[in-house]
C-alpha cells in the first residue's frame, strides 16, 4: 500500500506570519498505526527502520506508542506488536484478563499505559 502522505495547505497570503506546525508525536504515531494496519506483528529492527523512513524529517521513538504496541519475543526474536489500549475492554477485570492473556508478564512502565484508563486518578481498582 502507498504510504500515508501528510499533505498541509496554507492559503494565508504570502507576505502573511501564520504558520502551520504539524505534532511530530501524532504525524510519528498516525504512521505506526499506519504500518501495524499492513502488518501486526514486526521484528523489531524492521518496524523501526520503517517507520524511521515514513516518519521523515520527523524522529519516532519507543515512548510514542506506549498504549499503541508492545515488545514481544516470538521464537527467541524481538518483536513488536500491535495492542492498542483503545481495543480493550473497560472493566478492570476483562481488561487484566485481556492484558495477561496476552503477556505473563509486563514491565511497569508497559502496562501503566494500558491500566491507567481504569485507574485514572481518584478510582481505585475492586477485585
Known amino acids: ?3 500515508m502522505r501528510c499533505i498541509v495547505t496554507n492559503k494565508s497570503p504570502p507576505n502573511s506570519t501564520n504558520k ?3 505534532d511530530p508525536k501524532k504525524v510519528c504515531v498516525t504512521k505506526a498505526i499506519t504500518l501495524f494496519h499492513a502488518t501486526e506483528s514486526w521484528p523489531l529492527d524492521t518496524f523501526f527502520q520503517a517507520w524511521r523512513d ?3 524529517p520527523f524522529t519516532p521513538n519507543w515512548d510514542m506508542l506506549k498504549g ?3 515488545k514481544e519475543v516470538i521464537q527467541g526474536q524481538d518483536y513488536v506488536s500491535y495492542f492498542p489500549v483503545s481495543d480493550l475492554p473497560d472493566t478492570p477485570a476483562l481488561l487484566f484478563a485481556a492484558l495477561f492473556t496476552r ?3 509486563w514491565v ?3 502496562i501503566i499505559p494500558y491500566v491507567s484508563k481504569v485507574a ?3 478510582n481505585i481498582l475492586n477485585p
Do not use: M, Q, R, V
Request: contains cysteine; aromatic residues 0%; glycine residues 10%.
Open 68 to 70: 499503541i504496541a508492545i
Open 1 to 3: 500500500a502507498e504510504p
Open 20 to 22: 502551520i506546525k504539524l
Open 103 to 105: 503477556s505473563e508478564k
Open 54 to 56: 515514513n516518519c521523515d
Open 120 to 122: 485514572g486518578p481518584g
Open 108 to 110: 511497569h512502565n508497559e
